[in-house]
């Protein structure tokens, strides 16, 4: 599967008062694996930037004054996500917004962007997983463990990374796993609909409680993405995650 991460900044908070994108940034990942492959551009707009969005992202009217406009980089933008899915945090602001510059085209022959893209919003996907919560992608790196630390202002590129890590793990399930191991009743229920139980094995977290792992036998052909996966965990954790792996004879 394609998919393809995707932030806008922009120069006010509501596109029917005229406002415009002015930076686009994505990233693209294929089959859970980042490419590498990414796009971003700044753009020069028509508009004035409110002071509110400029606290957003510190963009200024006097940074984009040499900067192409929107029309002139449209065709590889939409080259670029063409039959993808995308995921992006609050789609109901950066869809639209992303429309109003489509229909500002003269000629508009690329439409609307859901006539070519799949659109994920990662933030409604959130407030399902975590309802009552705090689900701003800051609150999300929090509670993901990712490090956001080097995000002083908004910016689509960097917002796109960023969510990439967190889709990974939001969809991953690995903070589902830890959360069911807490209570007797519960690894109870994970062992009974584990087919392939081989034994357990325990990890102190302190001096006062244990928990309870199951060990799953990795079959081919899930094997080589189920390492890539404890790699990604492995390295979010900082090398701080406990696996033992069993193979077949």
């Known amino acids: 599967m394609r998919q393809i991460f995707l932030d806008t900044e922009t120069t006010g908070f ?29 753009f020069k707009p028509d508009i004035e930037i409110e002071s509110g969005a400029f606290q957003v992202h510190g963009l200024s009217n006097e940074f984009l004054a040499d900067k192409p406009l929107f029309s002139d980089k449209i065709d590889e933008i939409m080259a670029y996500l063409q039959g993808a899915e995308l995921i992006i945090h609050n789609a109901a602001f950066d869809v639209p917004f992303l429309n109003w510059e489509l229909k500002l085209l003269s000629p508009n022959k690329w439409g609307m962007l859901e006539q070519h893209c799949n659109i994920i919003d990662s933030l409604l996907m959130a407030r399902e997983k975590h309802p009552g919560q705090k689900n701003s992608l800051d609150a999300l790196c929090s509670r993901y463990g990712v490090n956001n ?12 990374e960023i969510l990439a890590d967190v889709y990974l793990l939001m969809t991953g399930g690995q903070l589902d796993l830890f959360s069911l191991m807490n209570t007797e009743a519960a690894i109870e229920t994970r062992t009974s609909e584990t087919a ?16 309870d792992l199951i060990d799953l036998l990795a079959i081919e052909p899930n094997s080589k993405g189920h390492d890539d996966y404890l790699a990604l965990l492995d390295k979010k954790s900082k090398g701080n995650t406990l696996w033992r792996k069993l193979t077949l004879d």
């Open 14 to 42: 509501d596109y029917k008062a005229g406002h415009r994108v002015i930076e686009f940034g994505a990233v693209e990942m294929i089959d859970r694996k980042l490419t590498g492959r990414h796009l971003h551009f700044y």
């Open 149 to 160: 630390k080097h995000r002083k202002l908004h910016g689509a590129l960097l917002d796109s």
């Open 196 to 211: 392939h139980q081989q034994g357990k094995i325990n990890i102190a977290n302190d001096n006062s409680h244990q928990y």
